[in-house]
């Protein structure tokens, strides 16, 4: 009985790629038969890019032991295979303007750029200061979601612009509780508005 349970999936209009909590990597494209092969690790995250027909031809595919995986679409042919140090890839990006170029951030904070041009094949650029929810490159600066908190460096790993979520959660926080008080102390003097008075009555013996 099969009972692999999909735990990553990506859905493009040319068809579906699903990760299994086995390993199992399964193609199912829109048109034609299916494509399956299985990686020695659970992936943790998955990026299809487009190729230069404009159609989806590779996926990039980062897994919990700090792999990154390449395959063509839509046979899943394995392209090239990289690791890195840092743990379980969280996040993985590609590099404009760049052949084969990719980022990737891993659960510890670091960040890496990868590919068959890069010397070593990996290159440790900068680590954030906790684990990494998300990451984007934009132009020359590359955005780091690292839970509530968000942090763009440059390429040397300078900090050029930080928000801090949390303390902006625990601001409208504060706006929503004084908010609720405000009501409540209206309701409760609305209430006692509307209550008639109590008279002291005489009390005969």
């Not at 295979?81 to 840092?86: L, T």
């Not at 379980?88 to 750029?113: C, E």
């Not at 040397?156 to 409208?172: I, K, M, N, P, R």
């Amino acid at each position: 009985m099969n009972n692999r349970v999909v735990i990553r999936s990506l859905v493009t209009a040319e068809g579906c790629l699903v990760a299994m909590d086995d390993g199992a990597i399964v193609w199912r494209p829109t048109h034609g038969n299916r494509s399956q092969l299985k990686l020695e690790a659970i992936a943790t995250v998955l990026l299809a890019l487009k190729g230069p027909t404009g159609c989806y031809d590779v996926v990039a595919i980062g897994d919990s032991t700090g792999g990154v995986t390449l395959l063509s679409l839509p046979r899943l042919d394995l392209i090239e295979k990289f690791s890195i140090d840092g743990g379980i890839v969280r996040s993985i990006t590609a590099v404009s303007n760049s052949v084969g170029k990719y980022l990737a951030a891993t659960q510890n904070g670091s960040v890496w750029m990868i590919g068959t041009e890069v010397p070593g094949r990996a290159v440790h650029l900068f680590t954030h200061s906790g684990p990494i929810t998300s990451l984007r490159l934009i132009e020359d600066k590359i955005l780091i979601q690292s839970g509530w908190n968000r942090r763009t460096y440059d390429w040397t790993g300078a900090t050029t612009d930080e928000f801090d979520g949390e303390q902006q959660f625990q601001v409208t926080a504060t706006k929503r509780e004084n908010r609720r008080a405000k009501i409540l102390e209206y309701e409760q003097r609305r209430t006692k508005k509307n209550q008639p008075l109590m008279l002291d009555l005489p009390v005969f013996g």
